[in-house]
């Protein structure tokens, strides 16, 4: 059974920086799928950064140039370094994989197994 815990959230101040971690157990980061997500309060889920069915990397259009993706070299945790935080980056975040994939294809990613989350509040 996969098991996702995400940490490193807390309270920034506008322009701080934070970086979360994804733990995994039962699972192997392998850049196949797996990413960051986030729901703010009243919102729908939103995508953050991820690396695709292809290994590319997919930025949600307010994070492009602020955020970065990355595994350790054991590929048992996930990170996302959050630079320039807005509060409009205020949410919960998740990490999630769809724990099906080993290796390249066309379909999209279904991302079955997701974390608990970390709150992120940043106060302008």
């Known amino acids: 059974q996969i098991q996702l815990v995400e940490s490193g959230g807390g309270s920034v101040q506008a322009g701080g920086s934070l970086r979360l971690s994804c733990a995994a157990s039962?699972?192997?980061?392998?850049?196949?799928?797996v990413g960051w997500f986030r729901q703010a309060p009243g919102k729908g889920r939103e995508a953050v950064l991820s690396?695709?069915?292809?290994?590319?990397?997919t930025y949600g259009d307010s994070v492009k140039g602020r955020f970065t993706i990355s595994q350790d070299t054991d590929k048992e945790n996930l990170y996302l370094e959050m630079n320039s935080l807005q509060p409009e980056d205020t949410a919960m975040y998740y990490c999630?994989?769809?724990?099906?994939?080993?290796?390249?294809?066309?379909?999209?990613?279904?991302?079955?197994?997701w974390g608990q989350g970390t709150q992120v509040t940043v106060s302008s």
């Open positions: 999630a994989v769809d724990p099906s994939r080993r290796a390249p294809m066309l379909r999209k990613c279904d991302y079955k197994s």
């Open positions: 039962g699972y192997t980061f392998n850049r196949y799928c």
């Open positions: 690396f695709d069915q292809l290994r590319t990397i």
